[in-house]
């Protein structure tokens, strides 16, 4: 997508390649987006925000931006999100909190090769393979320093074109996925797991929807 869209690949707070992973901070995540999304005026006549994408626990604060401030995202597509506070009391979101509650409740007590091993062994959704060049170790630090994803502040969902995009394979994800459907959102669903963004039909989806939401005119 980068060859047809200016694209900014954004690294959330305690995602730095080379510095030792820290506990995550949703504000500060919510924060770099929105310095994204506000800074594209300074690069031309262009206008101030832009398309938003983002994947499993990036759509917590990729929504929580789109929240505070709608006037910058031209449209959201949430790839699987792990939005798990918006249907806290439904069955598929309550089974997957009874299961990995006492895992995070103990993360700063155990090391990082234990907590990778039993989160693995306690959900399917895991990536395993870490990023190309990157110590596993120091993605397995970066795993266990997530919080609660049931914790995250979100209350209300964005009034911004918004596209679900799901694998169709775990109901935890079908479940949110309806939640926001029911709210206005479009939900999508394209093969690949936890990752249907890296498929020839995910990718279509978004793009497709992309170039709808970008002939819309700009809000205000």
């Known amino acids: 997508m980068a060859l047809a869209y200016d694209a900014l690949f954004l690294r959330r707070h305690g995602f730095d390649p080379v510095a030792d992973p820290v506990e995550q ?43 505070a401030h709608p006037e910058l995202v031209r449209s959201l597509v949430l790839v699987e999100p792990a939005c798990l506070s918006l249907t806290a009391e439904l069955p598929a979101t309550a089974a997957y909190r009874s299961l990995m509650e006492p895992l995070f409740a103990a993360r700063h007590s155990m090391g990082d090769t234990d907590y990778l091993r039993e989160f693995q062994r306690r959900t399917a959704s895991a990536t395993v393979e870490p990023p190309s060049g990157e110590d596993p170790l120091r993605v397995a630090r970066r795993l266990r320093m997530q919080p609660p994803p049931w914790d995250a502040p979100l209350h209300i969902v964005p009034g911004v074109p918004t596209l679900v995009l799901t694998g169709g394979w775990e109901p935890l994800y079908e479940e949110i996925a309806g939640y926001l459907q029911e709210t206005g959102a479009l939900h999508r ?30 809000p205000g």
């Not at 999304?37 to 499993?56: I, Y």
């Not at 797991?193 to 020839?200: I, K, L, M, T, Y």
Request: aromatic share 2%; glycine share 14%; net charge negative.
């Open 25 to 67: 901070d949703v504000s500060a995540d919510v924060g770099i987006i929105l310095a994204a999304l506000g800074g594209t005026a300074a690069h031309g006549d262009a206008a101030p925000g832009g398309h938003l994408v983002a994947h499993s626990l990036g759509a917590i604060p990729a929504m929580l931006a789109a929240v």
């Open 189 to 218: 669903t394209a093969a690949g797991g936890h990752r249907p963004q890296d498929s020839a039909e995910g990718d279509r989806i978004i793009r497709s929807f992309i170039a709808e939401t970008a002939r819309l005119p700009l």
